[in-house]
């Protein structure tokens, strides 16, 4: 069974992928990528998790040059000098930093959110961008399969820690946004809420569309609780495609010369991926427009089963108890 559950995802895993690195090859050859128009963001912060490399570099760099104040969090603290100083460098904004968090560790999460909240600075947009990808099975230092530990808790915890200093700092007509990124792999996964860490049957595919489903019934819950309780702060997904970053190094394509060969023409750039995630964290026509799944930075639906509110809130509920949280949040049932 474990076998076939693992062929099972591997295929509707692969065959997602597929689809998308059509239509993104079509788009390509009639009409290509044009980036958006981004407003300038003088006085805002805002925090992007992974923001060392991949999309999460490409976010904060246009974050920073849009003059964000952009705190990039990461567990690479080598990558992230380089990093920090780069962006720096390009954008001419001295407000970029790094602080520690490694988001497969719970106790690293709420050490970055404490660190944080000592700087005594607001906080206007949190992108949840970090993640791992197909990586073999193995768990985080909290007995987490690791796509579920590092994808989706970390940044579920790391969301609650910060929620209160986001409420803080929106306003209405100025609502403080938090940025999550899933992936087209969510349409084809599956949630067992029976058996988040895969012990019954365990499949590297599985795992990364688990946990990217997740973390969209994630935001659609955070969304209603956010609207039941009045609160300024909006929460929206966002998919960014396939994108030509180390990511995809547990992938057969994922390096040498093939992965060359097919990245100028089916994959997005790093830059492109990011704008998505951009368009969500500033973009005027989504003030106050929370609890939407956005990719090639349009407003998409997700798998119908994302906007099951009983899952939703049954997951929520899970994920407190795994976290240590006491969920103080109400809202609708």
């Given at each position: 069974m474990s076998l076939l559950w693992a062929l099972s995802a591997f295929l509707r895993v692969y065959a997602a992928g597929a689809l998308v690195v059509f239509t993104q090859l079509l788009r390509r050859c009639f009409g290509g990528f044009s980036e958006p128009t981004f407003q300038a963001q003088p006085g805002r912060v805002a925090i992007v998790t992974g923001g060392t490399d991949g999309i999460g570099y490409a976010t904060?760099?246009?974050?920073?040059?849009?003059?964000?104040h952009v705190v990039l969090a990461g567990n690479n603290e080598g990558r992230a000098r380089d990093a920090v100083d780069s962006i720096r460098a390009e954008t001419r904004n001295g407000k970029v930093?790094?602080?520690?968090?490694?988001?497969?560790?719970?106790?690293?999460?709420?050490?970055f959110a404490r660190e944080f909240k000592a700087k005594q600075l607001p906080l206007h947009v949190l992108v949840n961008n970090a993640g791992v990808m197909m990586v073999?099975?193995?768990?985080?230092?909290d007995g987490f399969?690791?796509?579920?530990?590092?994808?989706?808790?970390g940044h579920f915890l790391l969301t609650?820690?910060?929620?209160?200093?986001l409420e803080a700092s929106g306003r209405d007509g100025r609502c403080a946004r938090v940025v999550t990124v899933s992936s087209a792999t969510h349409y084809v996964g599956?949630?067992?809420?029976?058996?988040?860490?895969?012990?019954?049957?365990?499949?590297?595919?599985g795992a990364y569309a688990q946990s990217k489903l997740a973390l969209v019934l994630f935001t659609y819950r955070l969304q209603a609780l956010l609207e039941?309780?009045?609160?300024?702060?909006t929460a929206n997904a966002v998919d960014p495609g396939v994108v030509d970053t180390d990511l995809y190094r547990h992938v057969f394509w994922g390096r040498g010369r093939l992965r060359r060969l097919l990245a100028p023409w089916l994959f997005k750039t790093p830059e492109e991926g990011a704008w998505t995630s951009v368009l969500a964290a500033v973009s005027p026509a989504l003030e106050g427009r929370g609890g939407r799944y956005l990719y090639n930075e349009k407003d998409t639906r997700s798998l119908a089963v994302t906007y099951d509110t009983r899952l939703q809130r049954q997951l929520w509920e899970i994920s407190c108890r795994l976290t240590g949280l006491r969920d103080a949040l109400e809202g609708p049932d």
């Open positions: 904060a760099k246009q974050l920073a040059r849009l003059g964000m930093e790094f602080l520690y968090c490694d988001l497969a560790s719970l106790a690293s999460v709420r050490d073999p099975r193995r768990a985080t230092g399969e690791e796509h579920f530990g590092l994808n989706y808790l609650r820690l910060l929620l209160d200093t599956r949630l067992d809420l029976d058996d988040l860490q895969g012990s019954r049957g365990y499949s590297s595919h039941a309780r009045g609160r300024p702060v």
